[in-house]
């Protein structure tokens, strides 16, 4: 028998006296015990402070001072769920944070008053994607639990005020940070948009990063993820749209001495126009696997970044435990497309030309070439290979520049039945699943790897966005 935790109820205890298991009602039975005996929030004042219990569905709370969750207790929102922060506030976890919005009935943690500016060309200097209105969700050493699923988060990242509680946790303007090498961390089915740098950094710890959307993240840095010291797990399904540096980026920089060398799965992620506000020449466009790093990047589908995978050489990643292949490049710009393949004098960069990349780097590097070397592309490859969007920007629309494209907006990047990415995935893997599947306390799905490239399977699995 598979029992979650140590909650004692007594349908648990009589079960256990009487020998008998019938699992899927006593679990089922088991989660809506464990929401409802929390104590519940209450809307009817702005919160501030220590708090624990639940937030109830489809309530709105408003936030007028620092939240803490203290060492020990634990934060649960309901489905339907509107948080809204007023000033320059976060909230800090040293508990747990379990935000379970569903697909009917997403939750929203956002600025009030904040507007999207999403038009095509706007200055990103003015966007207030970029500005930061509120701290974000900052974990401690000591949070052993950061799970987000079917949740919006808008306009975080602003730099931590040192009068903040949230201070001694992390200074850092990230718009979600967890920092536990022994706890989990797991955003499914969710939204990040804007932040100031990485939407979210995770330092240690295991991670299931699913079927979610990243827009306009990074202003002149920050990748959609930024994964260091540790980190294991899984990240898949997920759309990156107009990041600063990279889509996910994974570094072993920070481990701690004895601790694994972080490792995770990267696959059918759709990766588009990325890498075009980094400040630092020679950084971001799509994947990264930096220090120590090691892991997998297959099915990845990487539209019009300004450099393709990169495996760093300085320090190197951990190319002993790296595989990567069957990733799919589309470029209409010849700088995108001379850097499918990035080389090591621009980009520190050592990735291998395999054969199962789409196009077949083969079929356009010249004679002699060897990893580290710069190459020019042939024309043919600008405009070949579209992955045919349902709607999308490709080819990139006339009189914008590659980084204008940052946001999803009226595009729909799933595939239309005739993509040629269509059957092209490799499903020889499995992802790590080095969180468990649970419908609260883990991830409720980690989707197997897909026969087709991208984040949306043509027969409607994967990222549902």
């Not at 009917?104 to 507007?115: L, R, V």
């Not at 993820?225 to 797990?233: H, R, W």
């Not at 990567?324 to 470029?331: C, D, R, S």
């Not at 040629?420 to 020889?428: E, F, L, M, R």
Request: net charge neutral; glycine share 12%; charged share 15%.
């Amino acid at each position: 028998m598979k029992w979650h935790y140590s909650v004692l109820l007594p349908a648990v205890i009589t079960g256990l006296a009487l020998g008998s298991c019938k699992k899927a009602v006593e679990e089922k039975e088991l989660w809506k015990a464990v929401q409802a005996v929390a104590a519940p929030v209450s809307d009817a004042a702005c919160l501030s402070g220590a708090i624990k219990g639940t937030m109830l569905s489809g309530k709105t709370y408003t936030v007028c001072g620092d939240i803490i969750i203290n060492v020990g207790d634990t934060l649960t929102v309901q489905e339907g769920v509107t948080i809204k922060f007023t000033g320059k506030y976060g909230i800090g976890v040293n508990g747990s944070f379990i935000c379970l919005g569903t697909k009917d009935h997403p939750n929203w943690i956002t600025y009030d008053g904040a507007k999207k500016t999403d038009t095509y060309g706007y200055d990103p200097s003015l966007d207030s994607a970029y500005m930061g209105r509120w701290i974000g969700i900052i974990g401690g050493t000591t949070c052993p639990m950061m799970i987000l699923k079917w949740t919006h988060v808008e306009f975080a990242g602003i730099a931590v005020p040192k009068s903040s509680p949230i201070y001694p946790i992390s200074s850092k303007p990230y718009s979600i940070f967890f920092q536990n090498p022994a706890g989990i961390f797991v955003f499914e089915d969710s939204w990040l948009y804007g932040s100031t740098d990485d939407p979210f950094r995770i330092l240690g710890g295991k991670i299931a990063v699913l079927r979610s959307t990243f827009e306009k993240c990074g202003y002149t840095g920050g990748e959609a993820m930024n994964a260091k010291a540790g980190t294991i797990g899984d990240f898949a399904y997920n759309l990156c749209i107009g990041m600063a540096t990279n889509g996910p980026k994974l570094s072993n920089s920070g481990a701690a001495v004895g601790v694994p060398g972080s490792n995770v799965r990267m696959y059918n992620n759709t990766i588009v126009n990325c890498g075009f506000r980094r400040s630092a020449a020679g950084r971001g466009g799509s994947i990264n696997f930096e220090e120590g790093a090691g892991g997998m990047a297959y099915n990845n589908l990487i539209v019009n970044c300004k450099f393709g995978l990169r495996v760093v050489q300085n320090p190197i990643a951990d190319t002993a435990n790296l595989r990567y292949g069957y990733n799919w490049y589309y470029a209409d710009s010849g700088s995108v497309a001379d850097n499918f393949i990035p080389n090591l004098a621009v980009s520190t960069c050592i990735s291998n030309a395999i054969p199962t990349d789409i196009p077949n780097p083969l079929s356009y590097l010249p004679a002699g070439w060897h990893p580290g070397d710069s190459y020019t592309a042939p024309l043919s490859l600008l405009g070949a290979n579209d992955p045919q969007f349902i709607d999308g920007p490709v080819p990139m629309p006339e009189g914008l520049l590659l980084r204008d494209i940052a946001f999803v907006g009226k595009y729909n990047f799933a595939l239309k039945p005739t993509s040629p990415c269509a059957g092209k995935g490799y499903t020889g893997f499995n992802p790590r699943k080095d969180v468990r599947e649970d419908p609260v306390y883990g991830a409720t799905e980690i989707t197997l790897p897909g026969k087709d490239i991208g984040a949306y399977q043509v027969n409607g699995a994967g990222n549902h966005h």
